[in-house]
């Protein structure tokens, strides 16, 4: 083998099986071999007890396809399938995929368990090996429809280790609207400090109310980022009028629900 190639291939080796950093992106999705290397090394991680939370997109198959098959897998395409990620789903409390119907993607953050399952429909086809599926276990935390432009999807490691094994307490004080300001991915450099700084910004400009809270703490937001809040309300009316102010500071605001 050239050396060039060889390195290419000890790259891609590492890449799939080494334990990821924060934040690390994976494979697109529709690249089913790197797919099924990236979701192997989750699984292994998972077995030796390195807990990682990650974002991937799941599929409802439609129907039609003239194969008995298990019905969800990771990729982009709900009408054909050419990798070996199928998926065995478990969900959280509280979430809930569109299993009532066939044929959609969604993005789902959770984690891999290290647990598989076979489905064996060998009998349907004289024995044939092709129709005997492993289904890795994934128990998901977090859903929401893909966009529809799906054909850029990513699988991606959001946290590992230590920050992807916390117990965060869910926020639950009755005031679930957000004031939001900033996101800072949990993965980025100086993630923490870059937050604080833009809390402190906010507080300076007359916001006592500025607070960093872990996304993980509101089921409604993404995983894994630090939220730069102005203000956190009951209703959405208050969060309204406090964003307008925030606007009139020339700094940025939306707002929403949080749980």
């Known amino acids: 083998m050239p050396l060039a190639r060889l390195r290419f291939a000890l790259a891609?080796?590492?890449?799939?099986?080494?334990?990821?950093?924060?934040?690390?992106?994976?494979?697109?999705?529709?690249?089913?071999?790197?797919?099924?290397?990236?979701?192997?090394?989750?699984?292994?991680?998972?077995?030796?007890?390195?807990?990682?939370?990650?974002?991937?997109?799941?599929?409802?198959?439609?129907t039609g396809w003239g194969c008995m098959c298990p019905w969800h897998y990771l990729g982009n395409n709900v009408g054909s399938y050419g990798g070996k990620s199928w998926l065995a789903l478990t969900t959280a409390p509280g979430v809930s995929l569109s299993d009532r119907r066939d044929g959609w993607v969604q993005i789902a953050e959770g984690t891999f368990t290290g647990a598989t399952a076979t489905e064996d429909y060998s009998k349907h086809c004289d024995g044939c090996k092709d129709w005997i599926y492993t289904l890795y276990q994934f128990h998901v935390e977090r859903a929401r429809p893909a966009p529809k432009e799906s054909e850029s999807l990513r699988v991606h490691v959001l946290l590992a280790g230590k920050e992807a094994s916390e117990k965060v307490a869910p926020l639950a004080d009755g005031k679930p609207w957000l004031v939001m300001v900033s996101?800072?991915?949990?993965?980025?450099?100086?993630?923490?400090?870059?937050?604080?700084?833009?809390?402190?910004?906010?507080?300076?400009?007359?916001?006592?109310?500025?607070?960093?809270?872990?996304?993980?703490?509101?089921?409604?937001?993404?995983?894994?980022?630090?939220?730069?809040?102005?203000?956190?309300?009951?209703?959405?009316?208050?969060?309204?009028?406090?964003?307008?102010?925030?606007?009139?500071?020339?700094?940025?605001?939306?707002?929403?629900?949080?749980?």
């Not at 924060?22 to 089913?32: I, K, L, M, S, T």
């Not at 959405?236 to 964003?243: D, K």
């Open 12 to 62: 891609l080796l590492l890449l799939a099986g080494a334990a990821p950093a924060r934040g690390q992106p994976g494979p697109e999705a529709w690249d089913e071999k790197a797919v099924d290397a990236w979701v192997q090394a989750r699984v292994r991680n998972a077995k030796a007890g390195t807990r990682e939370i990650v974002r991937i997109p799941i599929v409802r198959r439609s």
């Open 183 to 259: 996101s800072v991915a949990r993965g980025d450099k100086n993630s923490a400090a870059q937050a604080a700084a833009q809390r402190d910004k906010l507080v300076k400009a007359g916001f006592a109310g500025a607070a960093v809270i872990d996304s993980r703490s509101a089921p409604l937001l993404s995983c894994c980022y630090h939220v730069v809040v102005a203000g956190r309300f009951a209703t959405q009316a208050e969060a309204t009028a406090l964003a307008k102010d925030v606007k009139k500071k020339k700094l940025p605001a939306s707002v929403k629900k949080g749980f």
